[in-house]
């Protein structure tokens, strides 16, 4: 079993090219000298032998080389193994070469390859495990950081009384005379020659709306064995249109198609004050110049009424009527012009361009 060696301080260390080196006492350290450094022994690497009873434990004063890392850096490498020697202290020696040999050890001490903890303050904070939740915002927010759910809408404008107000007609100014105007006696006069049946009713004035009819009648009966009703007011000049209507054209057409008088006229409206439908003009109806007429009673009890798909007969005997108002009365409306008279005939005497008419 090999004995540890001990180390001789006493005895100097022979030079390596025989060249006597002389005692440590005798020499003064030198720059040079700084490579070379005096330490107590390094702890043992992982790997290293631990001393036992068959591994000898290196003797005190023969340095042990550090063992090399073997994730050293390449730059390492490059650089040339410092040759380390652990030489005794000399029982003579000055305080002051000892702390300079002390400080030249330190700096000549080889870097080590595993970077120590970082101490240093400054550097990043490691994160906190939870992490920290952000301050709640209030419930009420600015209104001005908020968009409107709904975008502004302009202050509501009144509807313009213009707009509702009907369009001016001359004929909304006629009033009634204290006499009775000598067109309307003769008016009259000719009715009871065609055997027509009437009363006189007041005059009709409506001058927020414009409608007006100074000298109405209410017809009973549109001639001798025509009845219509119930209470027909007409200006005279419709009521006459109407009546020789009656006894010109509507009985002759029944006649001919049925074989039977024509007894009596529904009508659907007569004097009305109102405008025509989706306008702002006057209807003929507020001036008691136009008449619905919705159905014929025949003198048998058969009973003819307007409407887009009536019978064949009836078919027959509506057109020949509504061909022939085309004429005597300046408008003719009827099934298929519009929906608001697709169950009546319209008929008036509203003045046309040229003295044409309009029949549909």
Do not use: W
């Not at 068959?54 to 390449?74: L, Q």
């Not at 213009?162 to 007609?169: A, F, G, I, N, T």
């Not at 105007?181 to 027509?196: I, M, Q, Y």
């Not at 006459?240 to 054209?249: G, H, L, N």
């Amino acid at each position: 079993m090999e004995q540890p060696l001990t180390p001789r301080a006493e005895q100097p260390l022979k030079p390596r090219g025989g060249k006597r080196l002389k005692p440590r006492r005798h020499r003064s350290v030198t720059p040079k000298q700084t490579q070379q450094k005096t330490q107590s022994p390094l702890p043992l690497p992982a790997d290293a032998p631990v001393p036992g009873p068959s591994v000898p434990a290196p003797a005190p004063g023969i340095p042990v080389p550090e063992p090399r890392p073997a994730d050293a850096r390449k730059a390492d490498t490059a650089k040339p193994q410092e040759q380390k020697t652990e030489a005794p202290k000399t029982t003579g020696a000055p305080e002051g070469s000892n702390e300079e040999k002390s400080r030249q050890e330190k700096q000549a001490l080889p870097e080590s390859s595993v970077p120590e903890p970082s101490t240093d303050t400054e550097s990043e904070p490691e994160p906190p495990a939870v992490a920290p939740t952000p301050t709640p915002k209030p419930d009420i927010a600015e209104p001005e950081a908020q968009p409107p759910t709904v975008a502004p809408q302009p202050p509501h404008k009144p509807p313009d009384a213009d707009d509702k107000k009907m369009l001016p007609d001359p004929r909304s100014a006629d009033l009634p005379d204290e006499k009775m105007p000598a067109e309307e006696v003769a008016c009259r006069e000719r009715l009871k020659t065609l055997g027509v049946e009437f009363e006189e009713h007041k005059a009709e004035s409506q001058p927020e709306i414009g409608c007006s009819i100074p000298y109405p009648i209410v017809l009973k009966t549109l001639g001798k064995s025509v009845a219509i009703g119930p209470g027909t007011e007409l200006n005279c000049k419709m009521a006459e249109a109407t009546a020789r209507f009656a006894a010109d054209v509507i009985q002759p057409a029944a006649k001919a198609e049925f074989g039977e008088d024509l007894k009596s006229i529904g009508q659907a409206s007569a004097f009305v004050c109102r405008p025509r439908h989706g306008t702002r003009k006057l209807s003929e109806h507020a001036f008691g110049n136009a008449l619905d007429i919705a159905s014929f009673t025949l003198s048998d009890g058969k009973k003819i009424e307007v409407g887009p798909a009536p019978p064949e007969k009836d078919a027959k005997f509506l057109n020949a009527v509504r061909k022939a108002a085309c004429g005597p009365f300046k408008t003719v409306l009827g099934p298929g012009a519009d929906p608001d008279h697709s169950l009546h005939f319209h008929l008036d005497l509203e003045p046309r361009r040229h003295g044409g008419t309009f029949c549909q």
